[in-house]
Structures are given as structure tokens and as C-alpha cells.
């Protein structure tokens, strides 16, 4: 078994990388992939705001989220049920999680038509979901992408974690492909990020979390398709980016996807969610 797993891993050793002579990504990296960024519960107000007049209400619909499972981006579930949560409701939240390592989406079929058929139905059957789906960043004080000083710790702390232990596999030149039984969300994730790179190519942290970004829409997307063939009476809307977290811990969103299906005619709203000029 030892002999076949080393064969595994050799067969798919990444070569051939070229040493970037300055690996630190700074917040001009940043600005370049995330021009436009928005505060998170700002941008969470924003989604509710702009398919409000598409038949989607705190009664009638159904957050179903996908972040990292890290802290700072679970976040952004604090927002979503204050927006969609109504007062009288006596549970703690009103979504649906969905989150992994990365902000990939592992849920698989099963797990997403458990999530859909959580969703309420109105007098006429119809059921409507709302999809928030974001991996995420960390931006230190000095201005570096991937890292940052989490409360109560002395040393800099990785964002994303995941994202980042990927990479240093990548600048190893050595990525080890074998199946891990106590790392399945870590496997999924390089799984599905290096299917969609370049062989040989050494991605920055910002260039791998918008490969990240990319992964998820796409995986999101594909298992809307496949669970809802079977549903008749739906609607729905996506809402995707990349969260930030600056120094201050503070989180904005870089708008990614946003759009919603009404009696199966698109609806983009790309522009409505990112208006940056929200009074409380």
C-alpha cells in the first residue's frame, strides 16, 4: 500500500514551477481584483433590497449559504438572517448552511435538495431560494494579501487558510493528490481548484482565491440545474463575490454573480447590489 500511494503521488507531482522573485501581494493586487467593495451588511441589505419587488420576502424564501468555514467569514450569516429573519421568530437563524473548507460547496445533490426542500411554499406552491456563495481574503496592516492579526492572538494568522496551504503546495512543486479520509473538505478543494489551472502555473493568493471564486460559482450553479430539474414552482437568486477582511476586521464584499430567475426569466442585478451609498 506504502508503494502504491508514493506511485500516486509521484504521477502527479507538480513540476516545472518558475520562483516569482517578490511573492508579497499588497493591496494594489487587491484594488485590481476587487475594484468595487461593498460592507457586508450593506451588500447583505442590498440583496434584499433588489428582489423585494421580484416576489422575494422574510416569509416566503430561504437563504442558503456557502462561505469558508472560518470565522470571520461566517460573518456574513449574522447579516443574512437579520435581513431575511423575521422578529417573532424564535430560533436562532433562518438559513441554510452549506460552507467548507475554501467556501467550496460539497454539499453534493443530497445535501442540496435537503437545503431546497427546506424552503417555504406560498398559497400557490411556489418556493424561492436565495444563494450567497463567497470565498474569502485577509488583507494585513501592512497592506500583504492572505494574512492578518486575529483577536486574542500575537502572530499573524492566514485568510484563507485553506487557500494558502494549497499554495505552498503548488511553490513546493510537489502536490500531494492521495485521498485523505480526515482531510476530506482539504482534498475536495484541491481537487477541484488545480482541475482548473494551468499545469505548472504558480498563482498568487489573489489570483488562487479568484480561481476559488470561479470554482464555486460554477460548482453552484451546476447543482441548481441538476436539483431543481424535478421542481416546477420555483424561484430563486445568486448572490456571489469575495468577502475581504481588512486589519480592522472589518468585512467587505467584492460583487461577484448577482442575479436572480423569476418564472424562469433572468434578472441581473449586478448593478443594484453594488450601490455604496446606503443610509441606515
Not at 417573532?88 to 448552511?97: K, L, Q, Y
Not at 469575495?242 to 486589519?247: G, L, M
Not at 418564472?263 to 453594488?274: F, G, T, W
Request: charged share 20%; net charge negative.
Amino acid at each position: 500500500m506504502l508503494c502504491l500511494a508514493t506511485q500516486v503521488r509521484s504521477q502527479h507531482m507538480v513540476r516545472g514551477f518558475r520562483t516569482s522573485s517578490c511573492q508579497r501581494m499588497d493591496s494594489k493586487a487587491l484594488n485590481a481584483m476587487c475594484p468595487i467593495r461593498i460592507p457586508q451588511a450593506q451588500f447583505v441589505r442590498n440583496t434584499a433590497d433588489a428582489v423585494l419587488p421580484l416576489g422575494f420576502d422574510q416569509d416566503n424564501s430561504l437563504p442558503i449559504i456557502a462561505t469558508c468555514r472560518d470565522e470571520l467569514a461566517m460573518s456574513i450569516v449574522k447579516s443574512i438572517d437579520e435581513a431575511w429573519g423575521q422578529p417573532s421568530d424564535n430560533h436562532s437563524g433562518v438559513s441554510f448552511c452549506m460552507s467548507s473548507l475554501g467556501g467550496m460547496i460539497n454539499l453534493g445533490r443530497m445535501g442540496m435538495k435537503s437545503a431546497i426542500s427546506h424552503a417555504p411554499k406560498d398559497q400557490g406552491g411556489k418556493q424561492r431560494f436565495i444563494f450567497y456563495a463567497f470565498p474569502h481574503i485577509g488583507v494585513h496592516s501592512s497592506g500583504e494579501l492572505g494574512h492578518l492579526r486575529r483577536v486574542g492572538l500575537d502572530e499573524d494568522s492566514s485568510v484563507c487558510g485553506a487557500l494558502l496551504g494549497l499554495r505552498k503546495e503548488i511553490t513546493s512543486g510537489w502536490v500531494n493528490y492521495e485521498f485523505d479520509p480526515l482531510d476530506i473538505e482539504y482534498c475536495q478543494l484541491k481537487h477541484r481548484l488545480l482541475s482548473k489551472m494551468e499545469y505548472g502555473s504558480q498563482p498568487t493568493i489573489s489570483e488562487l482565491t479568484m480561481v476559488a471564486y470561479n470554482v464555486i460559482i460554477s460548482d453552484l450553479e451546476t447543482l441548481i440545474r441538476e436539483v431543481t430539474k424535478d421542481v416546477s414552482n420555483f424561484d430563486y437568486a445568486v448572490f456571489s463575490g469575495i468577502q475581504v477582511h481588512n486589519a480592522n476586521l472589518e468585512t467587505e464584499i467584492w460583487p461577484g454573480k448577482c442575479y436572480a430567475v423569476k418564472d424562469q426569466l433572468h434578472y441581473d442585478l449586478s448593478v443594484k447590489v453594488s450601490v455604496s451609498d446606503f443610509k441606515e
